[in-house]
């Protein structure tokens, strides 16, 4: 007898994916440099490194710091800037054996709308993920994604430009994540990424600077894990549009956290620094799970852990 595999298969909004890894932005180029190492028909979508509306040359060096499990970046948003992107680099993409996820950043709203609208008229780009851990430069450089208004009046932007799928990408920097991404839910967001990075520095106590050109930048890697997770957890109880989880993915097993804490799909970031062919384990291992299981398709797990947060709060789980 043929028994069907599991199936991994997801939506998010309109955006149908055979697989339900993304790569995270700024962890993956377009594709096309993991080629020779990584299958890319066995991953869900590749989202791009962000781009602004003017071309950024990024942060002094030192852009990366080590870290125990994790890494530390002050990229700066290095990128040419949304017309000669949409002209000169877009056109590349056609040809990728997976979708390809836009990354929008900005530090005004209408920055956002501005190369919102343009990377979604690309043909390549088949969703629009919004990058909104930028700060305001009209509201004394508050971050976006730390104000529920700023969140709630940049996604009603960029929602306005598009019927593409939408996925508004969500800081841990924050007192309540779910009032945020309430907030996105209610401004027509069709999903949310959660987490992007936590914020961080490292000092070098031999010559007594920090150790990033930037001074302070964002976390990433399993040190961010138990952060993310509880995020997602948050925030799926709070809306109900799909979630992308990531943070520290580098396993199946990893995954299964973010599913069973409520991710629709996860991404996977620093991971593939270390080692391109992650993606396609944890894909082959998520496929394993669920058989072993007797289960039909990923999305039977997600959310399963959701015990209810004030229980956990009433047996002092969470105190240090
Ligand atoms: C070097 C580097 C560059 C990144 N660049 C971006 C970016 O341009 N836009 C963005 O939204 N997130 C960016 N991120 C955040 C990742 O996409 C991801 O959300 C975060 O690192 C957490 O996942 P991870 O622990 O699997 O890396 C970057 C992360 C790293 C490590």
Redesign the pocket.
């Known amino acids: 007898m043929i028994t069907a595999q599991p199936s991994l298969e997801v939506k998010l909004g309109k955006l149908q994916l055979a697989y339900p890894t993304l790569m995270?932005?700024?962890?993956y180029g377009s594709g096309d440099e993991f080629a020779p190492f990584a299958d890319l028909t066995k991953i869900g979508a590749v989202?791009l490194?962000?781009v602004t509306r003017r071309p950024r040359l990024g942060n002094p060096t030192p852009r990366?710091v080590h870290t125990p499990a994790g890494?530390l970046?002050a990229?700066g948003?290095q990128n040419p800037g949304i017309d000669w992107y949409v002209e000169r680099e877009v056109p590349k993409y056609a040809d990728r054996p997976c979708p390809l996820i836009g990354?929008v950043?900005g530090f005004s709203i209408d920055d956002y709308a501005y190369v919102c609208e343009q990377l979604a008229k690309c043909a390549p780009i088949a969703a629009i993920?919004l990058?909104i851990?930028c700060p305001n430069v009209g509201s004394e450089g508050e971050t976006f994604a730390c104000d529920p208004d700023l969140t709630a009046r940049v996604v009603r932007a960029a929602r306005a430009t598009t019927d593409k799928t939408l996925i508004v990408?969500l800081s841990p920097n924050v007192t309540d994540i779910a009032s945020i991404a309430r907030e996105a839910e209610a401004a027509g967001a069709d999903a949310l990424?959660v987490?992007?990075?936590v914020r961080g520095m490292s000092v070098d106590v031999e010559t007594w600077r920090p150790r990033l050109g930037n001074v302070t930048g964002?976390l990433?890697?399993p040190a961010?894990r138990p952060i993310?997770v509880l995020a997602v957890y948050e925030v799926a109880r709070a809306v109900s549009i799909p979630i992308v989880g990531?943070?520290?993915?580098e396993t199946a097993t990893d995954a299964l956290e973010f599913f069973l804490a409520g991710a629709t799909a996860v991404?996977?970031?620093?991971?593939n620094f270390t080692d391109p062919r992650i993606p396609e384990r944890i894909v082959a291992e998520l496929q394993a799970y669920l058989g072993r299981r007797g289960l039909a398709a990923i999305g039977d797990i997600v959310g399963k852990a959701n015990v209810g947060i004030v229980g956990a709060y009433q047996h002092g789980g969470d105190e240090g």
């Open positions: 995270g932005s700024g962890c989202v490194k962000s990366l890494l970046n990229i948003l990354s950043a993920e990058n851990s990408k990424a987490i992007n990075t964002g990433s890697g961010i993310a990531q943070g520290g993915i991404s996977i970031g620093t991971a």
